[in-house]
Nanobody, 126 residues
């Protein structure tokens, strides 16, 4: 069975940091681009960051550039999202997703992804 297990969410004060992890199983992880997307209460799904299969290409939403870093370890079938300088507007459920497609210009589109994790909640509050 295909699984994407996201973890690492929690409650953090503004300015704090969290590291999210996404462990994949049941598919050829190294052949998939990996992304993080988020959904805040009452809002639509928002792209956060994407990392390519093997060349390390990374993409970020403007709202998180310079604060968030995406990475992956293909040997561990795991993707990470290091989130620093967190703001209240970063609070959301964060989902990891996997795509076998090559046109990364569509990484913000839900249809671009074949597999989704269950989400991990990030709360930013003082």
């Amino acid at each position: 069975d295909v699984q994407l297990q996201a973890s690492g969410g929690g409650v953090v004060q503004p300015g704090g940091s969290l590291r999210l992890s996404c462990v994949a199983s049941g598919f050829r992880y190294s052949s998939f681009a990996m992304s993080w997307l988020r959904q805040a209460p009452g809002k639509g799904l928002e792209r956060v960051s994407c990392i390519g299969r093997s060349d390390g290409s990374t993409y970020y939403a403007d709202s998180v550039k310079g604060r968030f870093t995406i990475s992956r370890e293909n040997g561990k079938n795991t993707a990470y999202l290091q989130m620093n300088s967190l703001k209240p507007e970063d609070a959301a459920v964060y989902y990891c997703a996997a795509s076998p497609r090559y046109d990364s210009s569509n990484w913000q589109r839900q249809w671009w992804y074949d597999y989704w994790g269950q989400g991990t909640l990030v709360t930013v509050s003082s």
